[in-house]
């Protein structure tokens, strides 16, 4: 029976969500059950992508990532895929009609990562907007359900917070990305100078971003309300780690939020949302 392998592949991208990220899986947890599956779907089919031009060291990355896209072609076209994360995304893409343009977007700011590029402001937006602005958007869609009104309405700030967890996560990651990637996201900074004061011109940028994010958060469906805003509280929670550590030590360790913080971030993230503090 189909049925069984439907849900087999959304079990697949289930599991990868939760192997990959604690933060995200709590998350999602906190949304309505009725939705969880449509997103661990467009999580499980993201980290796919980034795994490859990320972690497959030794592999031809290129290649890899363009048999990905025309694999994601074919399950679009022909509503299957042997794949399970491709499989349960694209059932996904056409339960909740996402935007094609969003999908080519993302995997073209995948091909980004495979070459050496000079970030000016531009390019630097471009691949914000395709790494993770269209994935809060992806999502989005999910959780209007087809309300085109809803959905313009809050376009806006769904990209806002989708810029603001990818900024974070550069800072997070800068160690890893420079040292080892040899890449540099942040537009018009030489990273062998990276000091405090360049760290707190980032770091304003991505503070009036999550004020932005934080409205659009307030107007969601209850369906995706605490969920989406229990993501926000994490991130937030990892940026003012991130605010309070040199610039230094940045460029030297990979900054974490231990799994203890993360259970009491989401407890006192409940209570807020409970009394309507947020």
């Known amino acids: 029976m189909k049925k069984l392998f439907d849900e087999l592949s959304y079990e697949v991208s289930k599991k990868t969500t939760k192997k990959y990220s604690t933060s995200f899986s709590?998350?999602?947890?906190?949304?309505?059950?009725?939705?969880?599956?449509?997103?661990?779907?467009?999580?499980?089919?993201?980290?796919?992508?980034?795994?490859?031009?990320?972690?497959?060291?030794?592999?031809?990355?290129?290649?890899?990532?363009?048999?990905?896209?025309?694999?994601t072609d074919l399950a679009l076209k022909e509503e299957i895929s042997l794949n399970p994360i491709l499989h349960s995304f694209q059932d996904t893409v056409y339960k909740y009609k996402i935007e094609k343009g969003l999908i080519d977007q993302f995997l073209h700011s995948m091909e980004m990562d495979l070459e050496k590029v000079d970030y000016n402001s531009d390019l630097y937006k471009e691949y914000i907007y395709g790494s993770a602005e269209v994935v809060g958007l992806m999502c989005l869609?999910?959780?209007?359900?087809g309300d085109m009104i809803k959905y313009r309405e809050l376009k806006p700030f769904a990209m806002k917070l989708g810029s603001a967890f990818q900024k974070v996560n550069f800072l997070r990651d800068l160690n890893e990305d420079f040292q080892i990637l040899g890449r540099t996201y942040?537009?018009?900074?030489?990273?062998?100078?990276?000091?405090?004061?360049?760290k707190k011109e980032i770091e304003k940028e991505i503070e009036n971003e999550f004020k932005e994010a934080l409205v659009g958060i307030q107007l969601l469906p209850s369906s995706s309300k605490f969920g989406v805003y229990l993501a926000y509280r994490y991130y937030l929670s990892l940026f003012k780690k991130i605010r309070n550590t040199q610039a230094e030590n940045i460029l030297q360790e990979r900054i974490r939020i231990p799994n203890v913080q993360k259970m009491n971030v989401m407890m006192r993230s409940y209570v807020r949302y409970k009394i309507a503090m947020f």
């Open 26 to 71: 709590l998350g999602i947890l906190a949304l309505n059950p009725s939705i969880r599956s449509a997103i661990y779907a467009i999580y499980g089919y993201v980290r796919l992508a980034d795994e490859i031009v990320d972690s497959f060291h030794g592999y031809d990355k290129k290649t890899l990532l363009q048999r990905f896209k025309n694999e």
């Open 186 to 198: 942040f537009p018009n900074i030489d990273m062998n100078v990276f000091d405090n004061r360049v």
């Open 141 to 145: 869609q999910v959780f209007t359900n």
